[in-house]
Protein backbone atom coordinates (compact mmCIF):
# COMPACT_ATOMS: atom_id res chain seq x y z
CA UNK A 1 0.00 0.00 0.00
CA UNK A 2 1.40 3.69 -0.66
CA UNK A 3 0.00 6.18 0.85
CA UNK A 4 1.02 9.99 1.78
CA UNK A 5 2.84 10.66 4.85
CA UNK A 6 2.32 6.67 5.98
CA UNK A 7 3.97 5.96 9.96
CA UNK A 8 5.56 2.77 10.68
CA UNK A 9 2.66 0.94 13.74
CA UNK A 10 4.60 1.19 17.04
CA UNK A 11 4.76 -2.19 18.87
CA UNK A 12 2.07 -3.61 21.40
CA UNK A 13 4.39 -3.14 24.23
CA UNK A 14 4.59 0.24 23.66
CA UNK A 15 1.04 1.02 23.02
CA UNK A 16 -0.98 -1.69 25.43
CA UNK A 17 -1.81 0.55 28.30
CA UNK A 18 -3.14 3.33 25.43
CA UNK A 19 -5.38 1.01 24.23
CA UNK A 20 -7.14 -0.85 26.87
CA UNK A 21 -7.74 2.66 28.10
CA UNK A 22 -9.88 3.86 25.45
CA UNK A 23 -10.96 0.39 23.69
CA UNK A 24 -13.22 -0.77 26.19
CA UNK A 25 -15.23 2.65 27.32
CA UNK A 26 -15.62 3.76 24.21
CA UNK A 27 -16.67 0.55 22.12
CA UNK A 28 -20.61 0.87 22.76
CA UNK A 29 -20.30 4.27 21.04
CA UNK A 30 -17.92 3.77 18.20
CA UNK A 31 -18.35 3.24 14.76
CA UNK A 32 -19.06 -0.56 13.86
CA UNK A 33 -15.55 -0.86 11.33
CA UNK A 34 -13.21 -3.43 10.38
CA UNK A 35 -9.54 -2.51 10.61
CA UNK A 36 -7.33 -5.33 8.98
CA UNK A 37 -4.09 -6.38 10.17
CA UNK A 38 -1.31 -4.97 8.05
CA UNK A 39 -2.56 -1.72 7.45
CA UNK A 40 -1.25 1.75 7.19
CA UNK A 41 -1.81 5.12 7.61
CA UNK A 42 -2.82 8.06 5.53
CA UNK A 43 -2.10 11.58 6.79
CA UNK A 44 -2.54 14.19 3.37
CA UNK A 45 -2.85 17.96 3.37
CA UNK A 46 -4.66 19.02 0.20
CA UNK A 47 -5.52 22.56 -1.03
CA UNK A 48 -8.81 23.46 -1.75
CA UNK A 49 -10.75 27.03 -2.94
CA UNK A 50 -14.05 27.01 -0.68
CA UNK A 51 -17.07 28.91 -1.32
CA UNK A 52 -18.17 31.48 1.26
CA UNK A 53 -20.52 34.45 1.67
CA UNK A 54 -17.78 36.71 1.31
CA UNK A 55 -16.47 34.84 -1.47
CA UNK A 56 -14.14 32.09 -2.86
CA UNK A 57 -11.46 31.04 -0.30
CA UNK A 58 -8.81 29.16 0.34
CA UNK A 59 -8.53 26.15 2.59
CA UNK A 60 -6.22 23.63 3.10
CA UNK A 61 -8.26 19.85 3.82
CA UNK A 62 -6.27 17.25 6.42
CA UNK A 63 -7.40 13.86 5.25
CA UNK A 64 -6.58 11.00 7.72
CA UNK A 65 -7.32 7.60 7.80
CA UNK A 66 -6.07 4.01 7.77
CA UNK A 67 -6.59 1.48 5.08
CA UNK A 68 -5.56 -2.41 5.04
CA UNK A 69 -1.81 -2.61 2.65
CA UNK A 70 -3.28 -5.64 0.11
CA UNK A 71 -6.59 -7.79 0.34
CA UNK A 72 -7.71 -10.41 -1.82
CA UNK A 73 -10.00 -10.15 -4.57
CA UNK A 74 -13.82 -9.76 -3.16
CA UNK A 75 -12.33 -9.11 0.19
CA UNK A 76 -13.81 -5.54 1.94
CA UNK A 77 -11.26 -2.47 2.04
CA UNK A 78 -13.10 -0.46 4.66
CA UNK A 79 -11.05 2.66 5.80
CA UNK A 80 -11.22 3.30 9.47
CA UNK A 81 -10.10 5.88 11.79
CA UNK A 82 -11.28 8.38 9.10
CA UNK A 83 -10.76 12.29 10.11
CA UNK A 84 -10.86 15.36 8.06
CA UNK A 85 -9.50 18.88 9.45
CA UNK A 86 -10.79 21.59 7.49
CA UNK A 87 -8.92 25.04 7.64
CA UNK A 88 -10.36 28.03 6.18
CA UNK A 89 -9.26 31.65 6.94
CA UNK A 90 -9.72 34.42 8.78
CA UNK A 91 -12.48 35.67 6.50
CA UNK A 92 -15.00 32.83 7.12
CA UNK A 93 -14.29 33.50 10.73
CA UNK A 94 -15.39 37.15 9.93
CA UNK A 95 -18.23 35.79 7.76
CA UNK A 96 -19.57 33.94 10.98
CA UNK A 97 -19.37 36.63 13.34
CA UNK A 98 -21.20 38.71 10.72
CA UNK A 99 -23.77 36.48 11.21
CA UNK A 100 -23.95 36.81 15.18
CA UNK A 101 -22.52 32.93 15.48
CA UNK A 102 -21.15 31.64 18.85
CA UNK A 103 -21.10 28.11 18.31
CA UNK A 104 -20.76 25.86 14.62
CA UNK A 105 -21.41 22.05 14.57
CA UNK A 106 -19.45 21.27 11.30
CA UNK A 107 -20.93 17.98 9.11
CA UNK A 108 -18.44 16.92 6.14
CA UNK A 109 -18.62 15.02 3.07
CA UNK A 110 -15.68 13.77 1.19
CA UNK A 111 -15.72 12.67 -2.14
CA UNK A 112 -13.56 9.57 -2.98
CA UNK A 113 -12.93 8.36 -6.10
CA UNK A 114 -12.10 4.50 -5.88
CA UNK A 115 -10.52 3.49 -9.19
CA UNK A 116 -8.75 0.33 -10.48
CA UNK A 117 -8.03 -0.64 -14.32
CA UNK A 118 -9.89 2.39 -15.81
CA UNK A 119 -13.14 1.63 -13.72
CA UNK A 120 -14.68 4.69 -11.24
CA UNK A 121 -16.80 4.55 -8.12
CA UNK A 122 -17.29 7.64 -6.23
CA UNK A 123 -17.63 7.41 -2.74
CA UNK A 124 -18.86 9.36 0.14
CA UNK A 125 -16.63 10.00 3.56
CA UNK A 126 -18.83 11.92 6.36
CA UNK A 127 -17.90 13.08 9.68
CA UNK A 128 -19.17 15.17 12.40
CA UNK A 129 -17.74 16.95 15.23
CA UNK A 130 -18.96 18.22 18.56
CA UNK A 131 -20.20 22.45 18.29
CA UNK A 132 -17.38 24.33 18.12
CA UNK A 133 -17.11 28.00 20.11
CA UNK A 134 -16.80 30.60 16.77
CA UNK A 135 -13.00 32.75 17.05
CA UNK A 136 -13.56 36.57 17.39
CA UNK A 137 -10.80 36.86 14.89
CA UNK A 138 -7.86 34.23 12.79
CA UNK A 139 -8.56 31.03 10.87
CA UNK A 140 -11.57 28.37 11.50
CA UNK A 141 -10.35 24.95 11.89
CA UNK A 142 -13.31 22.55 11.88
CA UNK A 143 -12.08 18.77 12.30
CA UNK A 144 -14.73 15.90 11.56
CA UNK A 145 -14.64 12.26 12.03
CA UNK A 146 -17.70 9.23 11.24
CA UNK A 147 -18.21 6.49 9.58
CA UNK A 148 -17.30 5.52 5.83
CA UNK A 149 -18.14 2.81 2.92
CA UNK A 150 -16.84 -0.32 2.83
CA UNK A 151 -15.48 -1.12 -1.14
CA UNK A 152 -14.70 -4.14 -2.92
CA UNK A 153 -13.88 -5.35 -6.47
CA UNK A 154 -14.04 -8.47 -8.08
CA UNK A 155 -10.60 -7.74 -10.07
CA UNK A 156 -7.05 -7.98 -9.52
CA UNK A 157 -4.71 -4.55 -10.01
CA UNK A 158 -4.30 -1.79 -7.62
CA UNK A 159 -6.83 -0.28 -6.35
CA UNK A 160 -6.84 3.88 -5.81
CA UNK A 161 -8.53 6.26 -3.73
CA UNK A 162 -8.14 9.77 -4.34
CA UNK A 163 -9.65 12.91 -2.95
CA UNK A 164 -12.21 14.98 -4.45
CA UNK A 165 -14.83 17.69 -4.21
CA UNK A 166 -15.53 18.68 -0.12
CA UNK A 167 -18.12 19.80 1.17
CA UNK A 168 -19.85 21.54 4.90
CA UNK A 169 -22.21 22.26 6.54
CA UNK A 170 -22.52 24.44 9.24
CA UNK A 171 -24.98 25.10 11.97
CA UNK A 172 -24.90 28.08 13.86
CA UNK A 173 -25.99 28.82 17.11
CA UNK A 174 -25.87 32.54 18.31
CA UNK A 175 -24.57 33.40 22.58
CA UNK A 176 -28.28 32.15 24.03
CA UNK A 177 -28.05 29.13 22.00
CA UNK A 178 -30.92 30.07 19.45
CA UNK A 179 -30.59 29.42 15.87
CA UNK A 180 -28.87 32.26 13.94
CA UNK A 181 -30.37 34.00 10.71
CA UNK A 182 -29.59 31.98 8.57
CA UNK A 183 -29.62 28.95 10.63
CA UNK A 184 -26.77 27.25 8.60
CA UNK A 185 -24.43 27.37 5.36
CA UNK A 186 -23.51 24.71 3.08
CA UNK A 187 -19.79 25.35 1.86
CA UNK A 188 -18.91 23.62 -1.22
CA UNK A 189 -14.97 23.29 -1.89
CA UNK A 190 -12.96 21.68 -5.01
CA UNK A 191 -9.42 21.03 -5.08
CA UNK A 192 -7.18 23.66 -6.56
CA UNK A 193 -6.11 22.49 -10.07
CA UNK A 194 -2.24 22.46 -9.05
CA UNK A 195 -2.71 19.39 -6.87
CA UNK A 196 -3.70 17.10 -10.29
CA UNK A 197 -2.36 14.01 -9.45
CA UNK A 198 -1.43 14.81 -6.11
CA UNK A 199 -4.62 14.03 -4.68
CA UNK A 200 -4.34 9.72 -4.29
CA UNK A 201 -4.61 9.22 -0.56
CA UNK A 202 -3.47 5.41 -0.92
CA UNK A 203 -3.08 2.86 -3.80
CA UNK A 204 -4.06 -0.34 -2.19
CA UNK A 205 -2.98 -4.24 -3.83
CA UNK A 206 -5.89 -6.39 -4.74
CA UNK A 207 -5.10 -10.16 -5.48
CA UNK A 208 -2.36 -12.34 -4.40
CA UNK A 209 0.16 -12.09 -7.23
CA UNK A 210 0.41 -8.11 -6.13
CA UNK A 211 3.30 -6.76 -4.46
CA UNK A 212 2.77 -6.05 -1.41
CA UNK A 213 4.20 -2.42 -1.50
CA UNK A 214 5.04 -0.67 1.61
CA UNK A 215 4.53 3.05 3.30
CA UNK A 216 5.17 5.99 0.71
CA UNK A 217 7.48 9.24 1.47
CA UNK A 218 5.31 12.07 2.30
CA UNK A 219 4.25 13.80 -0.51
CA UNK A 220 3.34 17.54 -0.73
CA UNK A 221 0.18 18.69 -1.86
CA UNK A 222 1.28 20.01 -5.17
CA UNK A 223 3.64 17.61 -6.32
CA UNK A 224 3.04 14.31 -7.76
CA UNK A 225 3.23 11.46 -5.53
CA UNK A 226 6.39 9.69 -5.05
CA UNK A 227 5.37 5.98 -6.62
CA UNK A 228 4.05 5.70 -9.79
CA UNK A 229 -0.04 6.13 -10.72
CA UNK A 230 -1.62 2.99 -11.66
CA UNK A 231 -1.15 2.04 -15.44
CA UNK A 232 -5.16 2.63 -16.23
CA UNK A 233 -5.94 6.14 -14.84
CA UNK A 234 -8.83 7.31 -13.33
CA UNK A 235 -11.48 8.57 -16.04
CA UNK A 236 -12.28 12.29 -15.24
CA UNK A 237 -15.40 13.24 -12.57
CA UNK A 238 -18.38 14.07 -14.05
CA UNK A 239 -18.98 16.65 -11.43
CA UNK A 240 -17.53 20.00 -11.23
CA UNK A 241 -18.12 19.39 -7.25
CA UNK A 242 -20.21 17.06 -4.57
CA UNK A 243 -22.98 17.55 -3.32
CA UNK A 244 -23.10 19.26 0.33
CA UNK A 245 -23.81 17.09 3.48
CA UNK A 246 -27.54 18.79 3.42
CA UNK A 247 -28.12 17.44 -0.50
CA UNK A 248 -27.64 14.14 1.42
CA UNK A 249 -27.11 12.25 -1.97
CA UNK A 250 -26.71 8.46 -1.72
CA UNK A 251 -23.00 7.32 -1.51
CA UNK A 252 -21.59 5.65 -4.80
CA UNK A 253 -22.39 5.54 -8.42
CA UNK A 254 -21.29 4.04 -11.38
CA UNK A 255 -17.95 4.30 -12.84
CA UNK A 256 -17.73 5.45 -16.75
CA UNK A 257 -17.90 3.17 -19.62
CA UNK A 258 -13.92 1.87 -20.54
CA UNK A 259 -13.23 3.53 -23.66
CA UNK A 260 -10.98 0.92 -24.93
CA UNK A 261 -13.62 -1.40 -26.70
CA UNK A 262 -11.46 -4.45 -25.99
CA UNK A 263 -12.28 -3.59 -22.59
CA UNK A 264 -15.92 -3.12 -22.96
CA UNK A 265 -17.20 -6.67 -21.68
CA UNK A 266 -15.64 -5.10 -17.83
CA UNK A 267 -17.78 -2.35 -17.60
CA UNK A 268 -19.32 -4.72 -14.52
CA UNK A 269 -16.46 -4.91 -12.61
CA UNK A 270 -14.35 -2.98 -10.88
CA UNK A 271 -14.38 -1.41 -7.93
CA UNK A 272 -18.17 -1.02 -6.28
CA UNK A 273 -19.66 0.27 -2.65
CA UNK A 274 -20.95 -2.45 -0.37
CA UNK A 275 -24.56 -1.92 -0.13
CA UNK A 276 -26.35 -0.78 2.67
CA UNK A 277 -29.57 -2.06 3.75
CA UNK A 278 -32.51 0.10 2.55
CA UNK A 279 -34.64 1.35 5.59
CA UNK A 280 -38.17 -0.02 5.75
CA UNK A 281 -37.64 -3.11 4.13
CA UNK A 282 -40.42 -6.19 4.94
CA UNK A 283 -39.10 -9.03 7.11
CA UNK A 284 -36.52 -11.38 6.57
CA UNK A 285 -32.98 -11.59 6.27
CA UNK A 286 -32.34 -7.33 7.02
CA UNK A 287 -30.31 -5.13 9.06
CA UNK A 288 -32.54 -5.52 11.85
CA UNK A 289 -32.72 -7.74 15.18
CA UNK A 290 -36.46 -9.38 15.50
CA UNK A 291 -38.82 -7.19 17.36
CA UNK A 292 -41.83 -8.84 17.86
CA UNK A 293 -44.77 -8.78 21.09
CA UNK A 294 -46.08 -12.35 21.80
CA UNK A 295 -48.74 -11.24 24.64
CA UNK A 296 -49.52 -7.60 22.90
CA UNK A 297 -52.96 -5.60 24.30
CA UNK A 298 -54.90 -3.01 22.06
CA UNK A 299 -52.99 -0.73 23.13
CA UNK A 300 -49.35 -1.83 22.46
CA UNK A 301 -46.29 -1.04 19.99
CA UNK A 302 -43.37 -1.87 18.51
CA UNK A 303 -40.34 0.47 16.93
CA UNK A 304 -36.81 0.38 16.02
CA UNK A 305 -34.69 2.86 16.98
CA UNK A 306 -31.13 3.94 16.15
CA UNK A 307 -28.87 6.44 15.47
CA UNK A 308 -25.38 8.62 16.77
CA UNK A 309 -23.76 9.81 19.70
CA UNK A 310 -20.80 11.72 20.33
CA UNK A 311 -17.88 10.98 22.45
CA UNK A 312 -16.63 14.50 23.98
CA UNK A 313 -13.00 13.14 24.79
CA UNK A 314 -12.69 11.91 21.18
CA UNK A 315 -14.22 14.29 18.82
CA UNK A 316 -16.26 11.92 17.24
CA UNK A 317 -19.83 10.72 16.26
CA UNK A 318 -20.14 7.04 16.89
CA UNK A 319 -23.04 4.82 15.78
CA UNK A 320 -25.75 2.96 17.75
CA UNK A 321 -26.92 -0.28 16.71
CA UNK A 322 -30.65 -0.86 15.78
CA UNK A 323 -32.17 -1.97 18.47
CA UNK A 324 -36.38 -2.65 18.83
CA UNK A 325 -38.13 -1.51 21.71
CA UNK A 326 -41.77 -2.85 23.11
CA UNK A 327 -44.43 0.22 24.04
CA UNK A 328 -47.57 0.05 26.04
CA UNK A 329 -49.30 3.44 25.60
CA UNK A 330 -51.16 4.96 28.87
CA UNK A 331 -54.60 6.39 28.89
CA UNK A 332 -54.48 9.80 27.26
CA UNK A 333 -55.40 12.78 29.68
CA UNK A 334 -56.83 16.33 28.62
CA UNK A 335 -55.56 18.66 30.87
CA UNK A 336 -56.83 22.09 31.11
CA UNK A 337 -54.31 24.80 32.18
CA UNK A 338 -55.09 27.99 34.12
CA UNK A 339 -53.41 30.11 31.04
CA UNK A 340 -56.47 28.85 29.32
CA UNK A 341 -54.44 26.42 27.07
CA UNK A 342 -55.11 22.27 26.30
CA UNK A 343 -52.79 19.98 26.59
CA UNK A 344 -52.93 16.06 25.65
CA UNK A 345 -50.71 14.21 28.15
CA UNK A 346 -49.82 10.72 27.87
CA UNK A 347 -47.71 8.67 29.89
CA UNK A 348 -46.63 5.37 28.33
CA UNK A 349 -43.59 2.40 29.27
CA UNK A 350 -41.05 0.68 26.98
CA UNK A 351 -38.74 -1.80 27.09
CA UNK A 352 -35.94 -2.93 24.98
CA UNK A 353 -35.84 -6.49 23.74
CA UNK A 354 -33.57 -8.47 22.43
CA UNK A 355 -33.54 -12.47 22.73
CA UNK A 356 -35.81 -11.83 26.18
CA UNK A 357 -33.63 -9.93 27.85
CA UNK A 358 -34.00 -5.73 28.48
CA UNK A 359 -30.99 -5.00 26.51
CA UNK A 360 -29.93 -3.87 22.89
CA UNK A 361 -28.21 -6.53 20.79
CA UNK A 362 -24.61 -7.20 21.49
CA UNK A 363 -22.48 -5.48 18.31
CA UNK A 364 -18.60 -5.49 17.90
CA UNK A 365 -16.68 -2.07 17.45
CA UNK A 366 -12.97 -2.00 16.03
CA UNK A 367 -11.12 1.25 16.22
CA UNK A 368 -7.68 2.76 16.41
CA UNK A 369 -6.40 3.65 19.57
CA UNK A 370 -4.02 6.37 19.42
CA UNK A 371 -4.26 6.50 15.49
CA UNK A 372 -2.13 3.18 15.83
CA UNK A 373 -3.53 0.01 17.41
CA UNK A 374 -6.37 -1.79 16.08
CA UNK A 375 -8.74 -2.57 19.05
CA UNK A 376 -12.12 -4.63 18.99
CA UNK A 377 -15.00 -4.87 21.80
CA UNK A 378 -18.45 -6.62 21.96
CA UNK A 379 -20.72 -4.37 24.01
CA UNK A 380 -24.38 -4.03 25.23
CA UNK A 381 -26.71 -2.01 26.08
CA UNK A 382 -28.95 -2.87 29.31
CA UNK A 383 -31.74 -1.28 30.74
CA UNK A 384 -31.26 -0.85 34.08
CA UNK A 385 -34.92 0.06 35.15
CA UNK A 386 -38.18 1.56 33.85
CA UNK A 387 -38.46 3.25 30.73
CA UNK A 388 -41.27 5.80 30.37
CA UNK A 389 -42.45 7.90 27.27
CA UNK A 390 -44.17 10.98 28.37
CA UNK A 391 -45.85 12.88 25.42
CA UNK A 392 -47.38 16.43 25.78
CA UNK A 393 -49.34 17.77 22.84
CA UNK A 394 -50.83 21.74 23.00
CA UNK A 395 -53.69 21.91 21.24
CA UNK A 396 -53.65 24.61 19.11
CA UNK A 397 -56.07 25.04 15.57
CA UNK A 398 -54.80 24.02 13.50
CA UNK A 399 -51.52 22.79 14.78
CA UNK A 400 -51.10 20.70 17.52
CA UNK A 401 -47.36 20.97 19.06
CA UNK A 402 -45.46 18.11 20.90
CA UNK A 403 -42.99 17.54 23.12
CA UNK A 404 -42.29 14.26 23.88
CA UNK A 405 -39.49 12.99 26.67
CA UNK A 406 -38.20 9.32 26.72
CA UNK A 407 -35.94 8.31 30.08
CA UNK A 408 -34.20 5.23 30.11
CA UNK A 409 -31.89 3.75 32.92
CA UNK A 410 -28.58 1.93 30.17
CA UNK A 411 -25.73 0.53 31.53
CA UNK A 412 -22.48 0.06 28.98
CA UNK A 413 -21.53 -3.46 29.96
CA UNK A 414 -18.75 -4.76 27.88
CA UNK A 415 -18.28 -8.42 26.83
CA UNK A 416 -15.00 -9.00 25.04
CA UNK A 417 -11.90 -6.91 24.09
CA UNK A 418 -9.37 -7.79 21.80
CA UNK A 419 -5.81 -5.48 21.20
CA UNK A 420 -4.46 -6.31 17.94
CA UNK A 421 -5.86 -9.45 17.42
CA UNK A 422 -5.41 -10.34 20.99
CA UNK A 423 -7.75 -11.47 23.63
CA UNK A 424 -7.49 -9.04 26.55
CA UNK A 425 -9.37 -10.44 29.63
CA UNK A 426 -11.68 -7.69 31.21
CA UNK A 427 -13.86 -10.04 33.27
CA UNK A 428 -17.44 -10.99 33.08
CA UNK A 429 -18.53 -7.66 35.04
CA UNK A 430 -17.06 -4.93 33.30
CA UNK A 431 -19.47 -2.12 33.23
CA UNK A 432 -20.17 1.41 34.08
CA UNK A 433 -20.65 1.74 38.08
CA UNK A 434 -24.26 2.97 37.38
CA UNK A 435 -26.19 4.05 33.76
CA UNK A 436 -25.20 6.85 31.70
CA UNK A 437 -27.23 10.06 32.38
CA UNK A 438 -28.68 13.74 31.27
CA UNK A 439 -29.83 16.81 32.69
CA UNK A 440 -33.50 16.14 33.91
CA UNK A 441 -35.83 19.40 33.55
CA UNK A 442 -37.63 17.15 36.50
CA UNK A 443 -35.37 15.61 38.85
CA UNK A 444 -38.59 15.65 42.24
CA UNK A 445 -40.83 13.44 39.48
CA UNK A 446 -37.36 11.40 38.32
CA UNK A 447 -34.88 11.16 40.24
CA UNK A 448 -31.81 9.25 39.73
CA UNK A 449 -29.25 8.39 36.83
CA UNK A 450 -31.23 7.90 33.80
CA UNK A 451 -30.52 9.48 29.72
CA UNK A 452 -33.43 11.81 28.83
CA UNK A 453 -34.04 11.83 25.00
CA UNK A 454 -35.99 15.01 24.02
CA UNK A 455 -38.53 15.02 20.97
CA UNK A 456 -40.10 17.95 19.08
CA UNK A 457 -43.12 17.66 16.85
CA UNK A 458 -46.07 19.20 15.10
CA UNK A 459 -49.08 17.84 14.29
CA UNK A 460 -51.29 19.84 11.51
CA UNK A 461 -54.82 18.37 10.99
CA UNK A 462 -55.38 16.58 8.00
CA UNK A 463 -51.48 16.48 7.27
CA UNK A 464 -48.92 14.17 8.37
CA UNK A 465 -46.95 14.89 11.84
CA UNK A 466 -43.94 16.46 11.13
CA UNK A 467 -40.85 16.30 13.82
CA UNK A 468 -41.06 13.38 16.40
CA UNK A 469 -44.12 12.03 17.50
CA UNK A 470 -44.36 8.80 19.56
CA UNK A 471 -46.38 6.70 17.10
CA UNK A 472 -44.84 8.12 13.64
CA UNK A 473 -41.37 8.51 15.39
CA UNK A 474 -38.66 11.19 14.17
CA UNK A 475 -35.35 12.40 15.99
CA UNK A 476 -34.64 12.79 19.42
CA UNK A 477 -31.87 14.05 20.72
CA UNK A 478 -30.20 14.87 24.53
CA UNK A 479 -26.55 14.70 26.25
CA UNK A 480 -25.36 11.66 28.10
CA UNK A 481 -22.45 11.72 31.12
CA UNK A 482 -20.71 8.59 30.65
CA UNK A 483 -20.30 7.46 34.47
CA UNK A 484 -16.68 5.53 35.92
CA UNK A 485 -16.57 1.89 35.34
CA UNK A 486 -16.09 -0.85 37.70
CA UNK A 487 -14.98 -4.61 37.96
CA UNK A 488 -12.64 -4.28 34.29
CA UNK A 489 -9.97 -6.39 35.07
CA UNK A 490 -9.01 -10.01 35.57
CA UNK A 491 -5.84 -11.92 37.09
CA UNK A 492 -5.43 -9.03 39.51
CA UNK A 493 -5.25 -6.73 36.91
CA UNK A 494 -7.76 -3.63 37.89
CA UNK A 495 -8.67 -1.33 34.49
CA UNK A 496 -11.48 0.86 36.30
CA UNK A 497 -9.33 3.94 37.14
CA UNK A 498 -7.63 3.66 33.65
CA UNK A 499 -10.83 3.48 31.74
CA UNK A 500 -12.62 6.22 33.67
CA UNK A 501 -9.81 8.46 33.10
CA UNK A 502 -9.35 7.81 29.92
CA UNK A 503 -13.40 8.07 28.65
CA UNK A 504 -15.73 9.27 31.59
CA UNK A 505 -17.34 12.44 31.50
CA UNK A 506 -20.04 14.96 30.47
CA UNK A 507 -21.55 16.62 27.48
CA UNK A 508 -21.67 13.91 25.02
CA UNK A 509 -24.30 14.89 22.36
CA UNK A 510 -27.07 12.21 21.51
CA UNK A 511 -29.21 11.92 18.29
CA UNK A 512 -31.08 8.98 18.10
CA UNK A 513 -34.21 8.18 15.37
CA UNK A 514 -37.56 6.06 15.97
CA UNK A 515 -38.68 4.50 13.17
CA UNK A 516 -42.74 4.23 12.57
CA UNK A 517 -44.43 2.04 15.27
CA UNK A 518 -46.13 -0.83 14.20
CA UNK A 519 -49.50 -1.40 16.24
CA UNK A 520 -49.28 -5.05 16.81
CA UNK A 521 -52.60 -5.07 19.55
CA UNK A 522 -55.28 -4.05 16.47
CA UNK A 523 -56.78 -6.65 14.55
CA UNK A 524 -55.74 -5.14 11.06
CA UNK A 525 -52.86 -3.12 11.41
CA UNK A 526 -52.59 0.31 9.21
CA UNK A 527 -50.65 -0.63 5.78
CA UNK A 528 -46.81 0.25 5.63
CA UNK A 529 -46.38 0.28 9.57
CA UNK A 530 -46.17 -3.80 10.15
CA UNK A 531 -44.88 -6.86 8.44
CA UNK A 532 -46.68 -9.72 7.76
CA UNK A 533 -45.59 -11.06 10.91
CA UNK A 534 -45.95 -8.12 12.89
CA UNK A 535 -42.95 -6.71 13.11
CA UNK A 536 -41.72 -2.91 12.76
CA UNK A 537 -41.97 -2.48 8.55
CA UNK A 538 -39.42 0.70 9.20
CA UNK A 539 -36.04 0.36 9.77
CA UNK A 540 -34.72 3.73 10.72
CA UNK A 541 -31.47 5.55 9.14
CA UNK A 542 -29.26 6.49 11.69
CA UNK A 543 -28.80 10.62 11.15
CA UNK A 544 -25.89 12.99 12.88
Request: proline residues 11%; positive net charge.
Given at each position: MRGQRAALRPTRAHARGAAIAALVALAPLLPAAAVALGSHEVDAELPYLCTLPSGQQPATVRIRATVPDRVAVGEEVLPTGVGTTLELPAAATADLVALKAATVRAETLLTVAAGQNGQRTDVTWRGTAQPLGVPAEGPLVLTTTGDVPALTTDSTGELTLTAEGFGIDLALSAADGTPTTPAALSVACVPRQDTEGGRVLATVPVGAGTPTGGPSSPVPPSATPSSPLPSSPLPPSSAPRPPSPAERETAGG?????RDPAAADTADSGPKVVAEATPGAPAGPRPAPPCRNDKPTPTSLTAYITGYANVRKLNGASLVPVSCVLIEQGIPEI???PD????????????????????????KATFLTFDFMPATATMVLEQAGPMTVESDILLVFPDNIAQTWIRAPLVLRVLDVRVDGTRLD??????TEKPLSSPEPDPATYPGDHLVLLGKGQLLNGTDATGYV??????LTGEATIPAFKGCGADGENLDRLLTASISGPGNHLKQIQGQTCAVGVEVPTEGQCTEDRQPYVIPKPER
Open positions: AGETPDFRGSIHLLQKSDAVLSHQGRKQSPPFVGPSCRLTSGGP
